[in-house]
């Protein structure tokens, strides 16, 4: 059965200006291909737009849309592992200035598991528990996951500078 249901135009802009960059941001860190990032997004509006799915409140809207958006990227580095290649010297047209290039070649650096929990935590802002709901995994799994991470990055931030 087909759904019929249409979101009004404004609703369409409204999440596309609120979201919009996010999503691309968290794609971009996990994928490292702005042209794939871009694909996800656009994957992952047009299945917000396909359900008529009722949101509690613009929190669950928004980890909605970053479950679904950072599933589609699981799934494309899933096929990627499969079948190698990945184009990551595109992240450096986007970042201009030579710090922030060298930490975000350093969390490009990171296994995505890692990327991902520190995406959510140091750059959207999310709790500890809102990142747990959101990848499927208890808060001491994603607590884990952080000092590893920040651990890795330090590591990996140091072998970069030097």
Known sequence: MINTSVRPADDIERVIDTYGNMLFRLCYVMLGSEADSEDVV???????????????DAEHE??????????RCNDILRYKSRHPHMDIDSVKHIIHE????????ALMNLPEKYRLVLILYYVEGYHIEEIARIIGRTSSAVKMRLQKGRGMLKKEYIRESV
């Open 42 to 56: 656009q994957e992952t509006l047009i299945r917000y737009f396909q359900k008529s799915t009722v949101f509690k």
């Open 62 to 71: 928004k980890a909605w849309l970053l479950k679904v958006a950072s599933n």
């Open 98 to 105: 030579d710090d922030k290039s060298e930490i975000l070649d």
